[in-house]
């Protein structure tokens, strides 16, 4: 018999009751009935119960075990006794009679225990990953990570893309976020940086002549942490693909994200065909270009019935004076609600700085609704009638409303939508509800410097004709500012799973791209260069997207911290509590990297 196990915790059934069998692994929990001592043993597998009573030759040993000690068990496979099955387990129908004993690793006092599912602080599970690991719902969620991480690359290669590796070790990017640098020993002075993510490489890889490539990348980004994403670094299915449109990489890309739902969904529904929604569109209709599809409230735009000169309510008039607009945000049913219901979400739009919700609720008749309410006063029987037709109100349903400049209109809107519709309970509570959100804006207008500037990513392709783009006046500033981008994203119940873009290939159109934001040709040469002086030797048109692998097993896991999803994460202050990082070097390895440390004036004094 092999020194350790004949079995698995998992694998016994009553097809082997009567046969002798060798298990290890920890002893998760240790029951004493009556003076017979039942020992859960548990490995990466399963668990079994075994059984020791005071006739065992083991049961000596048996009253020394303790939680998480770990044992070699030998013993009997044998029926459990009818009516103490357990249908829960795998091995529910067995129990092993313990003849020997063995202890392999004994624990120390635990300072959390794995049994159960108690909620401890995060600095405690952190510093004492290995056993928060070893918990069942953690242990089956990085279990979760592995299997869609092969689902991926099985999916990406059926479609005939290759897998390569980029550097990790490379040059310090100056736009998105703040870089990890990495001094070098033998370049005094000068610093490697861990990549924020391939982007430059997988177009060098186009550009070199390879067709479609993919990676499951680490990227790694100096930035605070969130509940969906990690500080330090995180993983992205990264993909590029030449010769292709913006719909190419929507079908390339589409069945794999659907596929990956519907194997690891546990036979909750996932959209079929995504929708593509415009950000012009999402940014009104649900106030955010994340929209969480599942509620399936529409906020409209009621600035005009709000206009109306025959409407008296001046706290909203005078805003739009200034620009601002009026959103509407219907709440379905909500006439039956009490008045506690009303008075709490605007005390929740006073602490997320708007002044409040005015709102509406409609009573009657369909064709002769009515509204009551505390503006309903100022606003005539026509103009209610509009608004309730516009947003689709019934009897007994109400609407709220937000004004202000549009980005805080929409943002106040959006967060509306989101409480009303988990308060209503008219959210769809499980299943995966995916779309597109396509035609970003190429450019915004800078407030603070005055000045045109990039909407978000500098190196997509504009939605213009190439010539009458090289053509363009900078003084355009209309013209500009309502160009749209082959730049899209992908959203999961109100999560973004990536950006991608059809990519600005070409060296003339890069450098008008820069120019109209204000930016010479020496930025492009100074910062990008490999790229720039890549795409004069002849590129491909290329794009590609890059869906975020933590937050699609957070979302398959039904988990919201990503925490609970990795193996080693940081704390909130990016630190690695386990292994005790970022911790000090020596005077001798400072010498050797040619660095003086020049710290805070706190820190000194610690």
């Known amino acids: 018999m092999h020194r350790y196990r004949s079995h698995t915790c998992g694998a016994l059934r009553e097809t082997q009751a009567g046969e002798t069998t060798r298990i290890s692994g920890w002893?998760?929990?240790?029951?004493?009935?009556?003076?017979?001592?039942?020992?859960?043993?548990?490995?990466?597998?399963?668990?079994?119960?075994?059984?020791?009573?005071?006739?065992s030759p083991a049961f000596a040993a048996a009253e020394k075990l303790r939680s998480e000690w770990v044992v070699r068990i030998d013993g009997k496979v044998r029926l459990r006794p009818v009516g103490t099955e357990n249908a829960d387990m795998a091995t529910g129908q067995i129990e092993v009679y313990v003849t020997a004993i063995e202890v392999l690793g004994p624990a120390a006092e635990l300072p959390l225990p794995v049994f159960g599912d108690q909620n401890y602080p995060e600095d405690?599970?952190?510093?004492?990953?290995?056993?928060?690991?070893?918990?069942?719902?953690?242990?089956?969620?990085?279990?979760?990570?592995?299997?869609?991480?092969?689902?991926?690359?099985?999916?990406?290669?059926?479609?005939?893309?290759?897998e390569f590796q980029t550097p990790i070790l490379t040059a310090s990017s100056p736009e998105g976020a703040r870089d990890y640098l990495v001094p070098s020993r033998i370049h005094p002075g000068k610093f490697y940086a861990l990549p924020q993510a391939p982007q430059q490489f997988k177009q060098l890889i186009m550009v070199a002549g390879f067709d479609r490539y993919f990676q499951i990348a680490p990227c790694f980004r100096d930035e605070d942490a969130r509940a969906d994403r990690s500080p330090g670094e995180f993983y992205q299915l990264d993909i590029e693909m030449s010769f292709v449109t913006q719909e190419d990489v929507f079908a390339a890309v589409e069945p794999v994200l659907r596929g990956l739902f519907e194997e690891f969904s546990g036979g909750k529904p996932v959209t079929q065909k995504f929708p593509m929604i415009t950000y012009a569109d999402a940014m009104l209709t649900y106030g955010s270009d994340k929209p969480d599809l599942r509620n399936p409230i529409h906020i409209v735009d009621v600035t005009a019935e709000f206009s109306e000169e025959a409407v008296t309510f001046n706290a909203f008039k005078n805003v739009i004076k200034k620009g601002g607009v009026v959103r509407a945000i219907p709440a379905p049913g909500a006439g039956s609600q009490p008045r506690s219901f009303f008075d709490k979400l605007n005390d929740w739009a006073r602490g997320e700085g708007a002044p409040g919700l005015g709102y509406v609720?409609?009573?009657?008749?369909?064709?002769?609704?009515?509204?009551?309410?505390?503006?309903?006063?100022?606003?005539?029987?026509?103009?209610q009638a509009a608004i309730a037709e516009k947003a689709g109100l019934k009897s007994g349903d109400a609407v709220f409303f937000a004004c202000d400049l549009p980005e805080k209109a929409a943002k106040l809107a959006g967060a509306a939508r989101l409480r009303i519709g988990t308060e209503l309970g008219v959210t769809k509570v499980g299943g995966f509800e995916l779309c597109w959100i396509v035609d970003f804006p190429m450019y915004?207008?800078?407030?603070?410097?005055?000045?045109?500037?990039?909407?978000?990513?500098?190196?997509?392709?504009?939605?213009?004709?190439?010539?009458?783009?090289?053509?363009?006046?900078?003084?355009?500033?209309?013209t500009i500012l309502n160009m749209k981008a082959f730049q899209y994203d992908i959203v999961c119940n109100g999560v973004e799973l990536s950006s991608g873009?059809?990519?600005?290939?070409?060296?003339?159109?890069?450098?008008?791209?820069?120019?109209?934001?204000?930016?010479?040709?020496?930025?492009?040469?100074?910062?990008?260069?490999?790229?720039y002086r890549a795409f004069q030797y002849g590129a491909p048109p290329h794009g590609g997207i890059a869906p975020g692998v933590d937050r699609i097993v957070m979302l398959l896991?039904?988990?919201?911290?990503?925490?609970?999803?990795?193996?080693?994460?940081?704390?909130?202050?990016?630190?690695?509590?386990?292994?005790?990082?970022?911790?000090?070097?020596?005077?001798?390895?400072?010498?050797?990297?040619?660095i003086r440390l020049n710290l805070p004036e706190a820190k000194k004094a610690e």
């Open 124 to 162: 405690i599970r952190l510093k004492y990953r290995f056993l928060d690991l070893r918990r069942d719902k953690l242990h089956q969620n990085i279990m979760l990570r592995g299997r869609v991480i092969d689902s991926m690359r099985a999916m990406m290669k059926g479609q005939g893309f290759f």
């Open 501 to 531: 873009a059809i990519r600005n290939h070409r060296p003339d159109t890069m450098k008008k791209a820069f120019a109209l934001a204000g930016y010479d040709e020496t930025v492009l040469e100074e910062r990008f260069g490999g790229m």
């Open 27 to 55: 002893c998760h929990r240790i029951r004493d009935h009556g003076g017979v001592l039942f020992i859960d043993l548990r490995d990466h597998y399963g668990m079994t119960q075994c059984v020791v009573d005071p006739e």
């Open 444 to 478: 915004e207008w800078n407030e603070d410097e005055k000045k045109i500037d990039f909407s978000h990513n500098p190196f997509s392709m504009p939605q213009f004709d190439h010539d009458a783009f090289l053509a363009l006046d900078p003084a355009d500033t209309d």
């Open 557 to 594: 896991a039904g988990e919201e911290n990503l925490r609970e999803i990795v193996l080693f994460p940081m704390n909130q202050r990016a630190e690695d509590l386990l292994m005790s990082a970022p911790s000090p070097v020596t005077p001798k390895q400072l010498r050797e990297l040619h």
């Open 361 to 383: 609720i409609f009573e009657g008749e369909a064709g002769a609704l009515t509204g009551k309410g505390p503006i309903a006063k100022f606003l005539p029987a026509d103009v």
